[in-house]
């Protein structure tokens, strides 16, 4: 394979889309030959990617051994889940939405239920991935989606991947067509409810 210079940001991006997929799981050792297979890249980029990552607190490093991901502390992580929330409850109130939007938001959805049973885990967060950025995509306020990326970058709120169990990826996908549905309708304040459920993965209140 021939090995590229990467852009840093878009390499940072991949490796943490990796350990949010469980890919890369808590734990592991990061073995910087295999990142270079992996993303194509040269050491240098992997060790300046991985040293960005280091920074915010998804690998640790120890010298002389290396680089592995990290295990988040359960309050930062829950803490970290609650910002989410504030921010994405906040976009809701920002949002322009359009049929147009909200059929091709139906395509993704309907994608990631295909998905959930018959693809691959990257598959799946990358489609779950690709819904969610959509949806924000209709908030107006473009720095607070640079915040909402940034926070959902972070490590996810369940151990080895985004999602606790294959049932819990099945209730997902059906929050997927319930935003939907709330947003045609236009019921902003059940879709608050209904975030803040889908990122604590627990039932909806009533």
């Known amino acids: ?16 889309n990796d350990i949010n997929a469980g890919i890369l799981p808590t734990g592991s050792w990061l073995k910087q030959i295999d990142l270079e297979h992996r993303y194509g890249c040269t050491r240098l980029d992997i ?4 040293d960005q990552l ?3 607190n998804m690998v640790e490093h120890i010298p002389n051994r290396g680089y592995y991901v990290h295990t988040p502390d359960l309050t930062q992580v829950s803490d970290t889940r609650e ?23 139906d395509v993704i959805a309907q994608r990631f239920s295909r998905l959930v049973n018959e693809g691959t885990m990257q598959e799946c967060y990358s489609a779950n991935l690709e819904f969610h950025r959509g949806i924000y995509d209709m908030c107006t306020n473009r720095v607070m989606i640079e915040f909402i990326e940034e926070i959902r970058s972070r490590p996810p709120s ?17 929050e997927h067509f319930q935003i939907l549905e709330l947003l045609r309708n236009g019921d ?6 209904l975030i803040a459920a889908h990122i604590r993965q627990t039932p909806l209140e009533p």
């Open 158 to 174: 369940s151990p080895g991947g985004t999602w606790r169990t294959h049932l819990r990826a099945e209730q997902s996908s059906r």
């Open 188 to 193: 902003r304040e059940q879709l608050k409810r």
């Open 47 to 50: 060790r300046r990617a991985l």
């Open 54 to 56: 280091v920074l915010k």
């Open 83 to 105: 910002v989410r929330i504030a921010l994405e409850c906040a976009a809701v109130d920002q949002m322009i939405v359009t049929e147009e939007r909200l059929q091709a938001l």
């Open 1 to 16: 394979m021939n090995k590229k210079t990467t852009d840093r940001s878009q390499l940072v991006l991949l490796i943490s």
